[in-house]
């Protein structure tokens, strides 16, 4: 059975760093691309960042460009986010995803293309 499960979040002050993590079961990240995505409250889910291990390929939204890491470790089967210089704006409940389509990123990183979603982590950034 295909399962993905984040940790990490939690309350930081801006400026701040976390780093989440998505441990994957029941697969192997070659298998697929792994992508984040955040919901914000009112808004709609929206793709964060992405990787394909099989490429080593890897996207980023630009309202998280040059701020956020994606990482992976394949050893642990776990895929990382590192996010630096946090932002009131960043403040979302985080998820992570398999796009059980392709090892491949395929263009246009959005959620109806991914699946196996985990339960999320909440991320707030706040003073």
């Known amino acids: 059975q295909l399962q993905l499960v984040e940790s990490g979040g939690g309350l930081v002050q801006p400026g701040g760093s976390l780093r989440l993590s998505c441990a994957a079961s029941g697969f192997t990240l070659d298998d697929y691309a792994i992508g984040w995505f955040r919901q914000a409250p009112g808004k709609e889910r929206e793709g964060v960042s992405c990787i394909s291990s099989s490429d080593g390929s890897t996207y980023y939204a630009d309202s998280v460009k040059d701020r956020f890491t994606i990482s992976v470790d394949n050893a642990k089967n776990t895929v990382y986010l590192q996010m630096n210089s946090l932002k009131p704006e960043d403040t979302a409940v985080y998820y992570c995803?398999?796009?059980?389509?392709?090892?491949?990123?395929?263009?246009?990183?959005?959620?109806?293309?991914?699946?196996?979603w985990g339960q999320g982590t909440q991320v707030t950034v706040s003073s």
């Open positions: 995803a398999a796009d059980l389509e392709s090892p491949f990123i395929r263009v246009g990183v959005s959620p109806s293309k991914f699946g196996s």
